[in-house]
């Protein structure tokens, strides 16, 4: 089972997303766990979480969650903002999935 | 940033994209360090934290006081003469006690970032900051004036240094009790922090009577009289609301979340704004601020920030583009509820430079267009928050207990769709000219 967390502001914008990138995962028939978090909660489930993907807009917060959580192992990194844009499913899920060693 | 900017004409473009590198530069990446920085995270995850309870507590405002005629008189009916004691009490547990609350989510939140105890930090807090209220030795009562927003200064003050003295003091391996092996975490937890509590306890004791001795027995007043009521003053202003609107945007240009970035400091001035005028409400007394919390997300951030509810709608009335009308409806119905992500980074709004003017201006005039209306008592001042996901219209009436809320909504829509439109045309005229260029350039 693969553990996807997408933090924003709020967990709103990003809420939008997990709903297309669960669709993609049915599609490739995938097993993912993936959820929308926002920053203030996000401690609460750094334990469950593979990659970590950041909206573009808090990509200010990268550095500082890199030297947080990936000394745990998990994988952090920024969704593409076209990407992100356009709430496509698919390519952040690809992206995502790529990111698992 | 894999982005293309988009080049207007050979001079126009060119100084637009040497202040786009400068900001890029020097002014983004301080921007980013700012809406990382440890204390400011914790302030805004603690406001964040009690969000909830204080939205319940203006509602329960809004319903004791709702402006209907007959409104009191039927509830009276229903419920008695104590009708709105429930909407009291629920205030009481709630808005009244801001500062409490906040003073231990904010301390949690800070020590947690340290990945220290956050329970053991937030219950320090709370009691450092208990010792510092003058209690009236009448009744052993503990200021009810001083509990709620105008005690917010001295909360966050108390929790960030609090928890800095404590977290240090458990950093120091001499002071951290270790309990052997078998012992349940919660018990060897609270043992863990022992040392630490008490000498940040005698610490904050010892600060009291300090303060006490040099004539400063009423810590709280004394805070708000020189330091939160003028810096309040200022916040209520015409010129400090166009300031953050306009810094809002430009850090939202750069693709930046210029709301949690500036939501330390926006929270800490406007709340308090904006429960002087819950409180006046509440007590029938007409509102003092026309700047509050809920003046913003009701009349400028219609949509999301930039009021992009009024480019969608611009884009639906003049828009012809197919590529522009699909990605207006994908960002139509999270826009309703003032999410516009889709449409800022979709556009894309971010770092687009025929965009840029509305976005910015748009909500600089909205500001204008209803301050103005407020000041010259067109529309009544708001007085109940409401949650920024609010959608427009509904938000217009909860704010401000009034149609006249909705009216200036409407008014603001419509002047945020003309402002908009030109730069629709303009943007689709040019990607329309891009697009012939370049098959020009392909069939050579």
Redesign the interface.
């Known amino acids: 089972m693969k553990r996807i967390t997408l933090v924003?502001?709020?967990g709103?914008?990003t809420s939008?997303l997990v709903v297309k990138m669960e669709q993609a995962a049915i599609k490739l028939g995938v097993e993912a766990k993936i959820l929308a978090v926002?920053?203030?909660e996000l401690?609460h489930h750094i334990e469950n979480t593979d990659v970590l993907l950041l909206?573009?807009?808090?990509?200010?917060?990268l550095?500082?969650y890199k030297a947080a959580y990936e000394p745990k192992g998990i994988v952090v990194d920024v969704i593409?903002?076209?990407d992100?844009?356009?709430?496509n499913g698919e390519k952040v899920l690809n992206y995502a999935l790529s990111l698992f060693k | 940033?894999?982005?293309e900017i988009i080049i207007i004409n050979k001079t126009g473009g060119i100084r637009m994209k040497k202040i786009i590198e400068f900001l890029e530069k020097y002014f983004?990446p301080f921007?980013?360090?700012v809406?990382?920085q440890r204390h400011l995270?914790a302030i805004?995850?603690g406001f964040?934290?009690i969000m909830p309870l204080i939205l319940v507590g203006s509602l329960a405002v809004l319903f004791n006081n709702l402006p209907i005629p007959g409104w009191a008189n039927l509830m009276k009916s229903i419920f008695g003469d104590q009708w709105n004691s429930f909407g009291g009490t629920l205030w009481n547990g709630t808005f009244a006690v801001m500062s409490l609350l906040v003073v231990f989510t904010a301390s949690y939140?800070l020590a947690?970032s340290y990945e220290k105890d956050g329970l053991s930090a937030g219950v320090v807090s709370f009691a450092s900051l208990l010792m510092l209220y003058a209690g009236s030795a009448k009744d052993w009562a503990i200021p009810f004036a001083f509990l709620g927003a105008q005690g917010l200064f001295v909360s966050l003050f108390v929790a960030l240094v609090s928890t800095e003295i404590f977290v240090k003091l458990m950093n120091n391996k001499k002071l951290v009790i270790k309990m052997p092996d078998g012992v349940p975490p919660a018990v060897s937890r609270s043992f863990a922090a022992l040392l630490p509590s008490l000498i940040t306890l005698v610490i904050f004791g010892a600060l009291k009577i300090v303060l006490t001795d040099i004539g400063i027995p009423d810590v709280h007043n004394y805070i708000f009289t020189i330091i939160q009521k003028p810096l309040l003053g200022l916040a209520s202003s015409l010129g400090a609301a166009l300031l953050v609107v306009f810094l809002l945007h430009l850090l939202?240009f750069f693709?930046?979340?210029g709301?949690?970035?500036l939501l330390p400091i926006t929270t800490a001035l406007f709340l308090p704004l904006m429960s002087a005028n819950v409180d006046a409400f509440a007590a029938g007394k007409p509102a003092p601020n026309i700047i509050t919390s809920s003046f913003f997300d009701t009349f400028v951030y219609m949509g999301g920030a930039g009021s992009t509810i009024c480019l969608l709608a611009a884009i639906f009335i003049v828009g012809r583009r197919e590529e522009n009308k699909a990605?207006a409806k994908?960002g139509l119905a999270?826009s309703l509820?003032n999410?516009n992500?889709?449409?800022?980074?979709?556009?894309?709004l971010?770092l687009n430079p025929i965009y840029v003017i509305p976005f910015i201006l748009t909500p600089l005039v909205l500001t204008l267009t209803s301050y103005a209306a407020i000041a010259a008592h067109i529309v009544p001042k708001t007085i109940a928050l409401v949650h920024w996901?609010m959608p427009p219209i509904i938000s217009g009436f909860l704010a401000t207990g009034s149609v006249m809320g909705i009216a200036l909504q409407l008014v603001n829509l419509a002047i945020g769709i003309i402002i908009y439109i030109p730069f629709v045309i303009v943007s689709e005229k040019y990607a329309k000219d891009s697009e012939i260029n370049t098959s020009k350039t392909l069939n050579m």
């Not at chain 2, 992500?341 to 894309?348: C, D, I």
């Open positions: 924003c502001g709020a709103m914008s939008l926002a920053e203030a401690k909206g573009p807009q808090v990509r200010f917060l550095n500082k593409n903002s076209i992100y844009g356009m709430m | 940033m894999a982005y983004v921007a980013g360090k809406g990382a995270v805004r995850d964040v934290a939140n947690k939202w693709g930046l979340h709301a949690n970035i990605k994908l999270p509820f999410i992500e889709p449409v800022l980074f979709g556009m894309p971010v996901t």
